[in-house]
């Protein structure tokens, strides 16, 4: 244990390592980080800056949380959840002064949630969708379009279905 250790260029600080390095520094001055988790190796993994930002594998995060991927040939990141899990696996949520809503989710069945916290397919979109192609590779495959479908700049094609009478305009 070291504490308050004033080497060349170092800040006042209380470091605590075991015999092969490995430790902790707690820095105690304005102007330098405030936590750093070290290997064998004196390279730091784990970040706190004075400023509140994080850093896993970096000692420059560049937001709240920053994952370094560490090489080309690694995971970046790693999410596993409780395999018996009834909660969602993942979600992103916006926040203000009186809500807070759910932009992305992965819930307990795998399935991918954008806009909406309860998706009843792989994929469920709440809100408009852009694409430029939109395959599907079943030869089962079918599509229900509710309140109907346009194709083209012009509406070349538009086929309305409504609980009264169904169109087709070409």
């Known amino acids: 244990l070291i ?7 170092e800040a006042a600080k209380t470091s605590i390592f075991n015999e092969d390095l490995i430790g902790l520094v707690i820095h105690e001055q304005s102007g330098f980080d405030l936590l750093r988790l070290r290997n064998s190796t004196n390279v730091d993994r784990f970040v706190v800056k004075n400023t509140g930002l994080v850093g896993l594998g970096t000692t420059t995060p560049g937001a709240k949380l920053s994952v370094e991927q560490g090489s080309a040939t690694t995971i970046g990141q790693y999410i596993a959840g409780y395999a018996n899990a009834t909660s969602d696996l993942f979600r992103i ?9 759910t932009a992305f989710v992965i819930d307990a069945n795998g399935k991918v949630g954008i806009g909406t916290t309860t998706p009843t397919n792989q994929l469920g ?20 379009f509710a309140g109907g479908f346009t194709a083209g700049n012009n509406a070349a094609l538009v086929v309305n279905q409504a609980a009264t009478a169904n169109s087709l305009y070409i």
């Open 125 to 144: 979109v709440q809100g408009s969708i852009l694409s430029s192609k939109i395959d599907t590779y079943d030869s089962a495959a079918t599509s229900t």
């Open 3 to 9: 504490l308050n250790s004033n080497e060349a260029g």
């Open 93 to 101: 949520s916006t926040s203000t002064l009186t809500a807070t809503s």
